[in-house]
């Protein structure tokens, strides 16, 4: 309270009010703290998770509400479709994007429980074009840290892709589908009964 | 290029000269190498890797995951995971201090001063007070694992990284990663230190960690083998994404920005 009675203190805090203040009309500085809150609420919603000490099952089903909730649905399975994507129907689409969602909570979720006991923290955010990199450090017991990078759409204002140290999500998720394309034959409604089984 | 490729060639009668059937090989090895490093065209896989060896590196992935099945052995506890962990710590930290003299090497023809003094540090806090290596007692000091090899060393002087390349028993790797496991086995310090057995002991300790680090992520590694669609392009696509990421290389293509607007979700 001191600090901001004092003329000096005053004058501190006015300015950065007002620096804060001008950012958005700038830089949409208010979507890079929004971007932040978003991966600080998912980040805090998987870990509520990781330490309920709920059953597997449960736990992935509540990572499906998770990541269906924080992430941007549409473009995560129009990515991972890639080019055949464009031969699907409505239907194929609808019912992909739904299994798809499954697949990846099962899949991302089984590494998650290992996490029991673990922190992750927000380390920074950086605008680049139109998305928001929002670095992470996932802290696990008796290994070193690693980094996830969760990418924020500014248009969409959800999560769309994941690097863990590195490695992008989006890329290695659209490689797995069209490895299970290929062994179809490019038959999308049995690569999507395949997907309902996997992860 | 061409400069630099004359001054390896140079520099190999010298590194290896006490073997020279080694030396011609290695001469060999470098000048097919990295003259097939050569610079991809448009993107020649789905997900836009250079891999124009495919149908080989595709036998030599039958061959290691065959090797991997043997011995993750189906759910049993395997001998390197029943081993007790101060053990298991002291073979990893040997082993990383047997590789620094090396790390060090690299990261001064890197340019990279401060780490490898920082490194030459390292290694002599833990080849005294750790005890000859096995306790690492250099990173809570601040002096943390940092590693390196003549990989990144072609990286850092401007090569590309070529074709990809999955070796036997090594596995996933790149044409310039491969001419840099060759120089690096050529040009080990300890090896000009030690006499002729012990100096294998640093290849004995590598294997040993390897094993080590494959049971710690045995998990992670068991869902690419056992449990992708394709683990032959699922293990290409992770590991040139790891690697590119370590060695902090954006420039190509799929390892670069998505952008969240170009894409038609209509009806997903």
């Known amino acids: 309270m001191g600090y901001f009675t004092s003329r000096r203190g005053f004058l501190a805090g006015a300015l950065s009010a007002g620096a804060l203040a001008g950012l958005p009309g700038v830089a949409g500085a208010a979507s890079a703290a929004q971007a932040e809150q978003l991966v600080q609420g998912l980040v805090g919603d998987v870990n509520t998770v990781i330490a309920s000490g709920a059953s597997e ?68 955010t950086q605008k680049v074009k139109n998305a928001y990199q929002v670095a992470t450090v996932a802290k696990l017991r008796g290994q070193s840290p690693f980094e996830v990078t969760f990418f924020v759409g500014e248009k969409s204002g959800r999560f769309y892709n994941m690097y863990v140290e590195g490695v992008n999500m989006l890329l290695t998720e659209r490689t797995e589908i069209g490895a299970m394309l290929d062994l179809r034959r490019g038959d999308i409604d049995a690569m999507i009964a395949d997907l309902r089984q996997a992860g | 290029m061409y400069i630099k490729i004359g001054f390896f060639l140079m520099r190999i009668p010298r590194l290896t000269a006490r073997a020279p059937v080694l030396r011609a090989f290695a001469g060999v090895v470098l000048i097919t190498g990295l003259a097939g490093c050569a610079t991809p065209g448009p993107g020649e896989t789905r997900d836009g890797v250079f891999d124009p060896q495919e149908p080989a590196n595709r036998r030599v992935h039958a061959f290691n995951k065959r090797i991997y099945s043997r011995l993750s052995g189906d759910g049993e506890p395997g001998f390197v995971e029943s081993l007790p962990n101060p053990v298991k710590n002291g073979v990893v930290n040997f082993s990383d201090t047997v590789a620094l003299p ?82 690096d086995f050529f040009t080990d310090p300890f090896a000009y230190v030690l006499p002729s057995p012990q100096r294998y002991v640093r290849y004995g300790a590598r294997l040993g960690e390897l094993m080590i680090k494959r049971s710690d992520y045995g998990d992670a590694i068991d869902a690419v083998m056992e449990g992708s669609a394709d683990s032959y392009a699922q293990a290409r696509v992770i590991w040139l994404e790891k690697r590119r990421h370590e060695l902090g290389d954006d420039s190509i293509e799929g390892s670069g920005f998505i952008d969240p607007e170009a894409l038609d979700t209509e009806g997903f």
Do not use: C
């Not at chain 1, 129009?78 to 899949?107: L, N, S, W």
């Open chain 2, 102 to 183: 090396q790390t060090v090497v690299n990261q001064l023809l890197q340019g990279r001063l401060l780490r490898a003094s920082r490194n030459t540090l390292r290694f002599s806090v833990n080849a005294t007070l750790g005890v000859a290596g096995l306790i690492d007692v250099a990173s809570p000091m601040g002096l943390p694992e940092d590693r390196s090899n003549f990989g990144e060393t072609l990286y850092v002087w401007g090569f590309p990284e070529g074709g990809y390349m999955e070796l036997p028993v090594l596995g996933p790797s790149t044409e310039r990663e491969t001419v840099g496991l060759f120089v």
């Open chain 1, 57 to 124: 099952a449960a736990m992935i089903a509540e990572f499906e509400r998770i990541f269906v909730r924080y992430g941007d649905m549409p473009y995560i399975a129009a990515y991972v479709m890639g080019a055949d994507g464009r031969r699907a129907t409505g239907a194929q689409k609808k019912a992909f994007t739904a299994a798809f969602q499954g697949y990846a909570a099962r899949k991302y979720g089984k590494q998650f429980r290992k996490f029991i006991g673990s922190a992750i923290n927000v380390s920074g």
